[in-house]
């Protein structure tokens, strides 16, 4: 068996009024990400590590965010598709493990939520989905609020 591991981060910024989508679910939050799909930070750090792990690039590369049909795009649709990628070739989705890095809101009652909803697209169960939550101790554009931060591992393997 061949094992492969990636490693994905992402950052957005923060915009009050806007939706905060995180981990396929919107969060109840005074202030939400920007981007130019969804802007799930958590979702495109797993995507970025997915894709790293099969040596496929990154989400950028797949799914610009210079290309309109992407616009507003609910982020669970390119986890869906980087599964497929994957799966094409021959790779299976052992686990991921994800940190998310914001001060408000708290994200742990909604992390087995974001886990339900997550690894349906990924074809593992949600005990192969780690989510953990930290603040940045007030400290740079996290501590500030201003953005919300994203690092995803991922593990897959092929026979």
Known sequence: MKLRVGLGFDVHPL??????????IKLPSDKGAVGHSDADVLIHAICDALLGAANLGDIGFHF?????????????????????????????????????TLEKPKVNPFIPAMKKTLAPLMNISEDDVSIKATTNEGLGYVGREEGVNAYAVALISKK
């Open 15 to 24: 915009e009050t009024g806007k939706d905060f989508w995180l981990g396929g």
């Open 64 to 100: 610009s965010n210079k290309d309109p049909r992407w616009k507003g795009k609910d982020s669970k649709f390119f986890l869906q598709e980087i599964t497929s990628m994957l799966s094409e070739r021959g790779w299976q989705i052992e686990n991921v493990d994800c940190t998310l």
